[in-house]
């Protein structure tokens, strides 16, 4: 396997990590209720990298258990993983 496609894999194993984590930041952002209060980590950008992290941590942790990447209990579990790490950081449970 060449770096190239070397490169290529480890991106297509990430990007989901990315994707989820943008895409559940912005939309906490609209949902009423959770814009109140102060959060733990503020800004939209250090929000995102916690997302992320927590979700590569899950990718990872999916791909040794399983064997194989793709399998579509870790996405599940990377959503859910997504949206608690999005409303530990938020306090969302003082609402």
């Avoid at 992320?52 to 599940?76: E, I, P």
């Avoid at 950081?89 to 003082?94: E, F, I, S, V």
């Amino acid at each position: 396997m060449t770096a190239y496609l070397l490169l290529v894999h480890v991106l297509n194993l990430l990007a989901p990590a990315l994707w989820v984590a943008v895409v559940v930041v912005s939309l906490s952002r609209w949902l009423p209720g959770f814009s109140k209060g102060r959060p733990v980590v503020s800004g939209w950008v250090k929000q995102c990298l916690m997302g992320v992290s927590v979700n590569v941590a899950v990718l990872v942790g999916g791909l040794a258990l399983f064997g194989q990447d793709g399998k579509m209990l870790t996405y599940v579990l990377l959503v859910v993983a997504s949206a608690l790490c999005q409303g530990i950081l938020l306090r969302a449970w003082q609402r």
